[in-house]
């Protein structure tokens, strides 16, 4: 008797299997970028995305976080972030849960717009 395939997962299912991994290989990260598009709702989180000349990841740092911080940077600052890689669920969206931020200079996206 031959066998049929599985069937293929849900996209629930897939998404959970995928968030799984990544939170587990990439649960504490350093990345180095420029900060854009930064959005603070009045909930006091952060929404933002860093970026380079190739690539861009988007970034939310918790208010808790960012009440700890001791600096934190503007859009154009080119910044060494550390955190760790989630995934939310029902967008199925990747994103860099910021903990700590340090300056790493000018963004040279930024010193492009400036010249």
Request: glycine share 10%; proline share 8%.
């Amino acid at each position: 008797m031959e066998r049929s395939p599985p069937d293929p997962p849900k996209v629930s299912q897939l998404v959970r299997s995928l968030k799984a991994s990544l939170e587990a290989g990439f649960s504490r990260v350093a990345v180095v970028g420029e900060v854009s598009g930064l959005s603070q709702p009045g909930s006091g989180h952060w929404y933002f995305d860093l970026k380079d000349e190739a690539a861009v990841l988007p970034c939310v740092m918790w208010k808790g976080v960012v009440g700890r911080q001791r600096w934190l940077p503007k859009v154009g600052d080119e910044v060494v972030a550390t955190g760790r890689v989630t995934v939310y669920e029902p967008r199925g969206k990747m994103q860099l849960s910021v903990e700590t931020f340090a300056p790493h200079g000018l963004g040279a996206l930024q010193q492009a717009f400036l010249l």
